[in-house]
């Protein structure tokens, strides 16, 4: 069976990508036609430009003196058209905007990396786009009167639409990595500021600064966390009736350190974008391509935005429950390793990386696993049965082991690194082991291993420190072992070099009641040249369709499925998955 | 790589404490590349050997700019690149400020940057076909 999709849009300059709309890119007598003629993923983004509508100091024009700043005209149109769209408030640099959408008037601090450099993207135009530092009091100052301005605009105006905050950033080594991050020197006299308020009000603070080096870059992330819910608050306070949440968003291309490829048309790759497209999803970050010139948005390329960026992917993001029911029944992406570090920790990149875990899982499950950096709670309700779940106990504080301790009760699988773990929280874990009579099991396999289960849950302790000193293939092998005393079900994937493949799941409909849920794998060839794929046939899985063929050949065989992708080759398969 | 392009090397100054809390200050290699990619790190690793250094920190550093220069000829040698600009990341900034698009990006290194040109590419041997394929 075979089923195919209408074909994609060409490239608009006022659709730049995916559902974004820039409304200043056209004459408000076209918004209406031009909405109306959208047929991508809802709901629409349309990006407040701060710059656009505020060009002196305390002056604000919303149609008053341009017509194409005449929001309330832009409302009227977008209610016309009967498309569902949503307002995005940049709270940081935005990317795609001259100036970061600052006014020129107070862009006076170029962002600098950590490296010294200063932050520049290139946008779909090949524009240099300058980002100015949000640490500047007069940047604030300003942006407190803009919103403020908006907030008042929109009560006057009538305008209902629901607004959201957005945190723009990329993906730095595969972690997340917002616009808002400065070292400038008016990051830096803030950061002077801030410290001279320390030393008055904590003094034990300051203190450790004098024997703790690395205590000053602890301050820098508290001190860049405290500006930065500034923005936000202040957004939150002045447009209360339109704020419905902020959202974390992620550019493609939009890496400072990108501008040395995307400057040079023999090293920019329309393929290098699949892999940070794919680890943005699994993590909960919205991708935005609109930084990607036309001559990148190859059709291979907007067949992976458009499989990902789904209708019902943005409602998921977008934290509207009434959504709900839709997205039970619409693919997600199927992640089956849930990473616990800590925000603006160091340490964090180096623990996932010294005992081989990452390294293991780009090997093996490529984008199936969400390194998350904010404390984990335990929420209540059926535990995913997929779902493996990491801790490391140098990160833990005793509210996090708690919620830990509740997860493995509840039936959750997880995996502890006890190296760093304090001596209070080890005590902790024994005594909780032997009063609640749980059977453990230790074994020795390049680290000391504890194995304890209860029910469901299954807790498995290892020392992280003792794995780092093998080599890579022992550690791959023993991440292996664990994994399969685990018992996960997944279907093996051969993949020739150069393909980009992303899984996905979905409960079963009822039509689909033999199977517990229906699990989809894309596969995408952005190369030159023709590639295989193998998929091993497994007792849990059976093969249900094709989707969406597109240059590839497809033959099932008794020991799995063979696909042959030839250039720009991309298909769905899906599979049902039955215990 | 192809090696009739040439290359590109940013670095900045570096100013920090080491583990025994005493001041270093040293060059840092931050980028090296040319219009096709970044030069491959098994190069860089193997010219980079070369250079004894006590190397505390992560990535490729030098204690002087004669260090960084000798490094960034040997690595334009062993590429056959016909030269090198070295700019500094303060240098990098200043250029940054005049460019506002893609193509004016691409001459910061040549404008504001330090051209060292291979010594071996000037003894190469000249041939008629020369004149037509470089």
């Not at chain 1, 499950?365 to 140098?394: A, C, Q, T, V």
């Not at chain 2, 270093?24 to 590349?33: A, E, T």
């Not at chain 2, 290194?109 to 394929?133: A, H, L, Q």
Request: hydrophobic fraction near 35%; aromatic fraction near 16%.
């Amino acid at each position: 069976m075979q089923l195919t999709t209408p074909e994609v849009k060409t490239y608009d300059t006022v659709f730049p990508g995916e559902t974004w709309f820039l409304y200043w890119r056209t004459s408000p007598s076209l918004w209406e036609s031009k909405l109306r003629e959208y047929q991508g993923a809802t709901p629409i983004f349309i990006p407040l430009y701060w710059g656009l509508h505020s060009e002196h100091p305390d002056q604000f024009d919303f149609g008053t003196y341009r017509p194409e700043t005449d929001l309330k005209r832009l409302y009227a149109a977008v209610r016309a058209s009967g498309k569902e769209a949503v307002f995005i408030l940049p709270l940081v640099p935005a990317p795609f905007l001259p100036n970061g959408g600052i006014p020129s008037y107070v862009a006076k601090n170029i962002i600098i990396s950590d490296d010294g450099l200063g932050c520049s993207v290139v946008d779909n135009e090949g524009r240099l786009n300058k980002l100015f530092s949000f640490y500047d009091p007069r940047v604030f100052q300003s942006f407190r009167k803009f919103v403020w301005n908006v907030g008042q605009y929109f009560s006057q105006a009538g305008i209902t639409l629901e607004l959201y905050g957005a945190d723009f950033g990329y993906l730095d080594k595969g972690i997340f990595s917002s616009y808002f991050k400065d070292r400038s020197v008016a990051f830096e006299q803030g950061f002077h500021r801030y410290l001279k308020q320390v030393e008055e009000n904590e003094p034990e603070s300051y203190e450790r600064l004098k024997t703790d080096f690395f205590f000053e870059e602890v301050l820098k992330s508290r001190y860049a966390d405290m500006i930065k819910d500034l923005y936000f608050q202040s957004a939150k306070e002045s447009i209360p009736a339109n704020w419905s949440g902020d959202l974390k968003m992620a550019f493609l291309g939009g890496c400072p350190d990108d501008i040395f490829a995307r400057s040079s048309d023999m090293w920019e790759y329309h393929g290098d974008f699949f892999d940070p497209l794919f680890s943005v999803v699994v993590n909960n970050i919205i991708p935005v391509s609109t930084l990607l010139s036309p001559s990148m948005r190859k059709p291979i390329l907007l067949r992976a935005l458009k499989d990902v960026v789904s209708h019902s992917f943005l409602l998921s993001k977008l934290d509207n429950s009434i959504y709900d029911e839709d997205l039970q029944v619409s693919f997600r992406p199927l992640v089956y390793f849930d990473l616990y570090l800590k925000d603006n920790d160091s340490r964090s990149s180096e623990l996932i990386s010294k005992g081989g875990i990452k390294y293991f899982f780009d090997r093996e499950y490529h984008w199936m696993y969400r390194l998350n950096f904010k404390p984990f709670k335990f929420e209540g309700g059926e535990e995913d049965h997929h779902k493996i779940n990491y801790f490391f106990g140098s990160l833990l504080d005793k509210e996090g082991f708690n919620e830990m301790l509740k997860l493995f009760l509840n039936g959750g699988r997880i995996f502890l690194d006890i190296s760093g773990l304090s001596t209070d929280l080890d005590n902790k874990l024994n005594v909780f082991l032997t009063e609640n009579d749980i059977a453990v099991e230790k074994i020795n396999y390049l680290t000391p291993i504890l194995k304890a289960q209860i029910g469901e849950g299954k807790l498995i302790t290892f020392d992280n420190d003792k794995l780092a000193i093998n080599n890579t293939m022992k550690k791959v092998g023993f991440w292996q072992t664990m994994i399969k005393y685990l018992e996960l079900r997944h279907l093996d994937l051969q993949v020739d070099e150069g393909v980009y493949y992303f899984w996905k799941h979905r409960v079963s409909n009822t039509y689909e009641l033999d199977y517990e849920e229906i699990r989809r794998v894309s596969l995408y060839n952005p190369t030159s040249y023709k590639k295989k794929v193998h998929i091993v046939s497994s007792k849990n899985f059976a093969f249900l369709k094709s989707v969406d063929e597109q240059n590839v050949n497809v033959k099932s065989t008794p020991i799995g499925i063979d696909v042959e992708l030839l250039p720009g080759g991309a298909v769905s398969l899906d599979f049902g998955y039955f215990e | 790589m192809r090696n009739n392009l040439h290359l590109n090397l940013l670095y900045n100054f570096v100013e920090k404490k080491d583990s025994h809390e005493n001041s270093v200050s040293f060059y840092k290699v931050l980028n090296l590349f040319s219009d096709v990619g970044p030069v491959a790190q098994s190069t860089l690793d193997q010219v980079f050997q070369k250079f004894s250094q006590e190397n505390y920190f992560e990535g490729m550093c030098f204690k002087s700019l004669d260090e960084l220069g000798s490094f960034a000829v040997e690595v334009c040698t062993d590429l056959s690149a016909p030269e090198i600009f070295i700019l500094s990341a303060q240098d990098y900034n200043i250029g940054l400020d005049s460019c506002n698009d893609v193509r004016s990006f691409k001459e910061v290194f040549r404008r504001y940057g330090t051209c060292v040109e291979n010594p071996e590419s000037g003894s190469r041997k000249k041939n008629i076909f020369d004149k037509f394929f470089n």
